[in-house]
Nanobody
Framework: QVHLAESGGVLVHAGVSLRLSCPASGLIADNYSMRWFRHAPGKDRQGVACISWNGRSTYYADSVKGRFTISRDNAKNTLYLQMNSLKPEDTAMYYC????????????????????WGQGTQVTVSS
């Protein structure tokens, strides 16, 4: 069974850096694109970043471009999100997902996910 275990989220002050990790089990990492999502209270789940199966193509939401970097280590079966210059508006529950969709896909991702949403990891950024 596919399992994604997000970790690394904590409460931090604005302007600092944080790295999230998402080790995966139950799948071969290089068969899937990997994505980070975030979900804040009262808002829809938002796609943050995506990385192709071989790590050669990436996508970022406009709100995080220049500050966040997505990467993957397929040998370790782990996805990462390096977050720099954190802002209060980055506060959310962060989730990772493996999908059979290309990073360019902008529709509903849920039917194309491998596995289900996990528990996520909470990132809280104070002013």
């Amino acid at each position: 069974q596919v399992h994604l275990a997000e970790s690394g989220g904590v409460l931090v002050h604005a302007g600092v850096s944080l790295r999230l990790s998402c080790p995966a089990s139950g799948l071969i990492a290089d068969n899937y694109s990997m994505r980070w999502f975030r979900h804040a209270p009262g808002k829809d789940r938002q796609g943050v970043a995506c990385i192709s199966w071989n790590g050669r193509s990436t996508y970022y939401a406009d709100s995080v471009k220049g500050r966040f970097t997505i990467s993957r280590d397929n040998a370790k079966n782990t996805l990462y999100l390096q977050m720099n210059s954190l802002k209060p508006e980055d506060t959310a529950m962060y989730y990772c997902a493996a999908t059979v969709a290309e990073c360019s896909y902008i529709g509903n991702i849920r039917p194309l996910m491998v596995g289900d949403w996990g528990q996520g990891t909470q990132v809280t950024v104070s002013s």
